[in-house]
């Protein structure tokens, strides 16, 4: 077995060991949230979903709630597999050390493998225990940021496309990935319009149904409302 293929096997068998025991604790509140949220989808529908006031979030990870809802006959089954949305952040938890272990490689920088980093119950405290859901948008970030490191523009603003759709905080980083793409538009100034033209068609396939329905205003409502949703500088900062 070679050295990448004994990775993807060790990755795989950490991955199912951490679903077999996989914590039914919950932040409350986040709890509480996903399992309104859910009740929303299966009783209004997808498109009816920013009709509650209080989500927050774009529409590819209510993409995958609604789907995580049509799993169950009952809302009562639903609420009671809560949890289990956890295993879809995982999935994203682990892609982060497989990127890990590839920068690495990348920079020819030898140390003990960052897969073990399995064994840091800190590095999955915020998914396996606060059921929070930063480990996705994070991974598309550091996606972002290997895929430049790998001289692919185009690929790289499409996964920092992705982390905004998943978080509008992921904005944040977007002066660090200008920066690491002006070299490369300075090279080609021309990328910058395959650029624009993927990202257009990419947030066009996220926000079609809404488009579809006229129910765009919805989401701009979202992004915008975003800035004082949480008038506070920390909500005491527990994780």
């Given at each position: 077995?070679?050295?990448?293929?004994?990775?993807?096997?060790?990755?795989?068998?950490?991955?199912?060991?951490?679903?077999?025991?996989?914590?039914?604790?919950?932040?409350?509140?986040?709890?509480?949230?996903?399992?309104?949220?859910?009740i929303h989808l299966r009783?209004?529908?997808?498109?009816?979903?920013?009709?509650?006031?209080?989500?927050n979030y774009f529409p590819l990870y209510i993409y995958f709630l609604d789907f995580f809802q049509s799993l169950f006959a009952t809302t009562a089954d639903v609420l009671a597999n809560v949890h289990l949305l956890k295993i879809f952040t995982l999935i994203f938890d682990f892609g982060g050390l497989?990127?890990?272990?590839?920068?690495?490689?990348?920079?020819?920088?030898?140390i003990i493998n960052p897969l073990f980093l399995f064994l840091n119950i800190g590095y999955f405290y915020n998914t396996l225990f606060w059921g929070q859901v930063d480990a996705i948008h994070s991974f598309f970030i550091f996606l972002s940021a290997f895929l430049i490191l790998k001289e692919k523009p185009?690929?790289?603003?499409?996964?920092?496309?992705?982390a905004l759709n998943f978080k509008l905080q992921s904005i944040v980083f977007a002066p660090v990935l200008l920066i690491l793409l002006l070299p490369f538009i300075y090279k080609l100034p021309k990328l910058i319009l395959k650029i624009l033209f993927s990202v257009l068609i990419l947030?066009?396939?996220?926000?079609?149904?809404?488009?579809?329905?006229?129910?765009?205003g919805d989401i701009i409502s979202v992004a915008t409302s975003q800035v004082g949703f949480f008038p506070y500088l920390s909500l005491q900062a527990f994780n």
């Open positions: 077995m070679n050295k990448n293929k004994t990775i993807i096997f060790f990755t795989c068998i950490a991955f199912a060991l951490f679903v077999i025991v996989l914590p039914q604790s919950f932040y409350i509140w986040d709890e509480l949230t996903f399992g309104d949220w859910l009783e209004g529908g997808l498109l009816n979903i920013y009709d509650h006031k209080d989500v497989i990127l890990l272990n590839l920068s690495l490689r990348h920079f020819k920088i030898k185009t690929f790289a603003v499409l996964a920092f496309i992705l947030q066009f396939v996220i926000f079609a149904p809404f488009i579809f329905t006229n129910k765009l």
